[in-house]
């Protein structure tokens, strides 16, 4: 199933939720080749970071040749500072940018940012406004319903960003003060829907498998589904959900083998991006995730916590 969004034409209504810490660049290219993915988004860009030019912020919003169609992510409240930072974005390859409405983490809250702009509908308007002016790809968003069981603002805030040029909206089935606890509302999902007519609604809380995703389109009427911390220890997970969703079966699964190959992959691409001494240190969370999966790096779980060379992993599985 393909999926457009204003100008911006998909392979795959399966996308890539960004995650803080998790969905950089090497593990994008890590799991573009296996298929079924149709748009990645970059984890958090700060505006301002960005047009400091800040090193580590340009590492996150940079486009390579091998990962797109990408958007980048931005938070914040400052309708110019967010404006240039766009144009910045999309001048160097950025194929969509979205804003966050979404983040319930208090660092970005505390300045109003992220999910804190739902209470500030007014704000939002003004901010997709000016960036839907300030750029030629698509601006979307992503929300979460509202602030608070009780306060479902989402559906309404949905309807004046579609009539502001928002191209697309991913919505969060939770409320800001569950961050990552309790049930995906899919009743509220479908709110959103309902009231989005016109743009596509991506759906996005509890895909922790491809008949995950299919339930969630069946019962929101959502346009496409987003994944996010399932696919850490599974990236296979986009192939195989885009898979069911067009042909109703799902592939076998990936022999130990390849799984291994690909933690490899993974490994190398980081070291590429961040060097070898960074990418031991934030390879160390990914271990216990990949153990899920592979038998014979379970017996050296040590290394999330000691990883200090390429070799160290590398001889835990092979």
């Known amino acids: 199933m393909t999926l457009r969004i204003g100008t911006l034409e998909l392979a795959s209504n399966v996308v890539l939720a960004p995650l803080a810490g998790f ?16 748009l990645a988004t970059t984890e958090l860009v700060s505006p301002r970071g960005l047009l400091r030019d800040a090193g580590r912020t340009r590492t996150i919003a940079h486009v390579a040749p091998d990962d797109a169609p990408l958007a980048v992510q931005f938070y914040g409240v400052e309708p110019d500072v967010m404006a240039e930072a766009a144009r910045w974005a999309a001048a160097h390859g950025a194929a969509a940018i979205d804003i966050n409405m979404g983040c319930p983490v208090r660092k970005i809250t505390r300045h109003g940012a992220g999910a804190a702009i739902l209470n500030h509908p007014d704000e939002v308007l003004a901010l997709c ?20 069981p009780g306060e479902l603002v989402a559906p309404e805030l949905a309807t004046r960003l579609r009539d502001a040029g928002c191209a697309a909206i991913t919505i969060h089935g939770r409320y800001t003060v ?4 309790d049930p995906a509302d899919l009743d509220g999902i479908r709110a959103v829907v309902q009231a989005s007519a016109g743009i596509p609604v991506i759906g996005n809380g509890d895909i922790r498998a491809p008949e995950d995703a299919r339930r969630m389109i069946e019962a929101t009427g959502c346009a496409g589904v987003a994944i996010g911390r399932a696919a850490l220890s599974n990236p296979w997970i986009f192939r195989d959900t885009h898979a069911l969703l067009t042909t109703g079966r799902v592939p076998e699964p990936p022999s130990e083998q390849e799984r291994v190959e690909l933690v490899i992959k993974h490994f190398r691409l980081s070291i590429e991006a961040n060097g070898e001494r960074r990418a031991c240190l934030q390879f160390r969370k ?5 153990a899920r999966k592979i038998p014979r790096l ?10 200090c060379t390429p070799a160290e992993l590398e001889n835990a599985l092979l």
């Open 23 to 38: 969905t950089d660049s090497a593990f994008r290219r890590t799991v573009r080749p296996l298929g079924g993915l149709g």
């Open 129 to 148: 406004k000016r960036l839907v002016n300030a750029v030629t790809v698509p601006v979307t968003a992503k929300m979460r319903l509202g602030p608070a």
């Open 178 to 181: 569950q961050k990552y606890s």
């Open 286 to 290: 990914w271990i216990p995730r990949y």
């Open 298 to 307: 379970r017996a050296h779980r040590d290394l999330a916590q000691h990883l």
